[in-house]
């Protein structure tokens, strides 16, 4: 997942702004200004236009960029393959059919779509540095990047749900959780990121960039982009944290919400084998929205001044790459069914081989 903003708050915001407007138009600003910062220079052997943007991801470890290049690939291979045995596993089994796997299909598939929009321009920018991306592909990226976050918030909060209803109203789980309601809720997650992602790329491109056009980081994001605009843009980055309160603290809470309400009805349970039973079915979702919120909010608690580019790039990485690569292995190693699916299916597949 992203952080939206990582926004100057109080004087210092007053200051970033005054120093955009009195810049120079062909000055480099002083975060550009570090010693081997841009090994690879924007449009370097004519590799771009001068209005391209040059992602410069990685740019203080040159010597580790093959390195880097073969450990992102494998991940993301491991990311792909991953998340697409959940959707072919989801899609066939007929034993994975409920809800929570409807969900899980959609999560594998949310995934898979994060990292087609995140790995192949870093492979790109490690394998060829100085490389252009046009505005309008920087711009698609932003988009996808940021509908993606928001849909992702939005189906975690869904699945939360649906473990709340099939825990805590079991004998009205059937009528509640229908297959119209899923598809519905499932619709609404992805179309949900369209709208305000649309907004906040079209602001963000609309304000004028100046002096060298090097991003500090492997993929367009909003804070990376806004260090590159030579206007006030405080108000764009009032809403931006108003709208990153919106998609991201208000389905955590809901989401803790449904959580509590579980452990309630768990505590009252009888049986321990049934609150065990009742437990293990959240433990693959609460992991996932852990590991979700966790590095997310790395960013977003820790204080402005303790940033650089290179940490965040590092942060960066655990929810572009990382996370999307451990849901599959956090479903599948903690799931029975998912591992009894695996095996069904495989079966089936060597069964029927000879005959064929």
């Not at 605009?229 to 389905?251: G, H, K, Q, Y």
Request: aromatic share 8%; charged share 10%; with cysteine.
């Amino acid at each position: 997942m992203i952080s939206w903003f990582q926004g100057s708050g109080g004087r210092h915001s007053h200051w970033v702004s005054a120093n955009r407007l009195l810049r120079p138009p062909g000055s480099m600003p002083a975060a550009w200004a570090l010693p081997g910062a841009l090994d690879a220079p924007p449009c370097a052997n004519q590799s771009c236009t001068p209005r391209d943007l040059v992602l410069l991801g990685f740019a203080h470890v040159p010597t580790l960029r093959p390195l880097l290049a073969a450990l992102f690939l494998a991940t993301f291979l491991l990311t792909l393959l991953g998340n697409a045995l959940i959707v072919l596993l989801t899609a066939l089994d007929p034993a994975l059919r409920s809800p929570m796997y409807f969900f899980l299909r959609h999560l594998a598939l949310l995934e898979i779509s994060f990292s087609l929009n995140i790995a192949p321009r870093l492979l790109v920018t490690l394998l060829r540095p100085g490389r252009g991306v046009s505005p309008t592909g920087c711009a698609l990226q932003l988009l996808f990047v940021l509908s993606c976050v928001t849909s992702e918030c939005f189906l975690l909060t869904a699945m939360a749900w649906d473990r709340y209803v099939a825990i805590c109203r079991p004998l009205r789980y059937g009528a509640i959780m229908t297959p119209r309601l899923c598809h519905l809720l499932a619709a609404t997650c992805w179309l949900a990121g369209v709208p305000v992602s649309l907004v906040f790329t079209v602001w963000l491109f609309s304000f004028p960039f100046c002096g060298p056009r090097g991003i500090r980081h492997f993929f367009c994001d909003i804070a990376p982009l806004l260090s590159l605009v030579c206007a006030d843009t405080r108000v764009f980055e009032s809403n931006v944290l108003a709208a990153t309160v919106l998609v991201i603290m208000v389905p955590f809470c809901l989401i803790a919400m449904s959580y509590i309400g579980v452990l309630v009805t768990v505590l009252r349970m009888p049986s321990a084998t049934g609150r065990h039973k009742a437990l293990s079915t959240c433990a693959s979702h609460l992991i996932v929205v852990v590991l979700f919120y966790g590095t997310t909010g790395v960013i977003h608690l820790r204080p402005k001044a303790s940033y650089s580019p290179e940490s965040k790039q590092v942060v960066s990485l655990s929810y572009t790459l990382v996370t999307p690569m451990l849901n599959p292995l956090i479903y599948s190693l903690r799931n029975k069914e998912v591992k009894a699916a695996l095996g069904r299916v495989c079966c089936h597949r060597q069964e029927s081989g000879p005959h064929e």
